[in-house]
């Protein structure tokens, strides 16, 4: 079958860094995505990773590993308005993505 | 450049009432799909079109729900007859086309939360 695990909840520091890591297991591999979604609002687009090593931008990088089938989101000088679900996603063979059930990311002053 | 555009954005029903949600994509987007969203849960794919075709349909309960997309541009789900666990979010999202493969990003719009008392 097809999993993408993510953790379910962290808790960060005003100013700090946080990573939130992804694992997945699907059928076939077209590039892993990361989504931000506020509470009530529609997930928009953070980042896209096809081949192996780290993407950066701005605060926001993202890491692929594809022999592990991991990935990390990293969120660097966090502030309040990033608290937010953060969800990864795999295409697939059939470029249909797969979700996982995202990491609500709690920041606090 | 206008987005994903859903309505309503929330809707109330009893049990056992149809309901229906419209979607107008981005304009020159072939690629539309309907996803649930519960509480703390990923999106789930209902149906997938390109242009006019629905490519894959296999999630959607075929017993209740309903979807079209006539002339390939905006869409309508329906669900006939609703029941308490249809109560979800309803999101509409398009991107450019599946086919062109690399990053096909996807655009959401806002959803439709639906509650069925």
């Known amino acids: 079958g097809q999993n993408i695990d993510q953790p379910t909840e962290m808790t960060a520091t005003e100013g700090a860094i946080v990573q939130i890591n992804c694992t997945y297991q699907?059928?076939?591999?077209?590039?892993l995505f990361w989504y931000q979604q506020h509470a009530g609002e529609a997930p928009t687009f953070l980042s896209y990773n096809v081949l192996d090593g780290l993407e950066e931008k701005g605060r926001f990088s993202s890491f692929l590993s594809r022999s592990k089938g991991y990935s990390y989101l990293l969120l660097k000088e966090l502030q309040m308005k990033d608290s937010a679900s953060y969800l990864c996603a795999v295409q697939d063979s059939n470029y249909q993505l797969i979700w996982g059930a995202g990491t609500k990311l709690i920041i606090k002053p | 450049e206008a987005g994903v555009v859903q309505s309503p954005r929330y809707k109330i029903i009893e049990k056992k009432q149809p309901v229906a949600f419209w979607c107008n994509p981005i304009?020159?987007?072939?690629?539309l799909y309907w996803y649930l969203q519960n509480l703390g849960q990923g999106p789930e794919l209902l149906i997938r079109?390109?242009?006019?075709?629905?490519?894959?349909d296999s999630q959607l309960p075929k017993d209740r729900f309903s979807a079209e997309r006539l002339k390939g541009v905006d869409s309508t789900l329906k669900i006939q007859p609703a029941e308490l666990g249809d109560s979800a979010v309803y999101l509409c999202?398009?991107?450019?086309?599946?086919?062109?493969?690399?990053?096909?990003?996807?655009?959401f719009g806002p959803g439709t939360r639906l509650t069925v008392l």
């Open positions: 699907t059928s076939g591999f077209n590039g």
């Open positions: 999202a398009s991107s450019p086309s599946t086919s062109s493969g690399g990053a096909n990003e996807q655009f």
């Open positions: 304009s020159g987007h072939n690629t």
């Open positions: 079109y390109e242009n006019e075709e629905a490519v894959d």
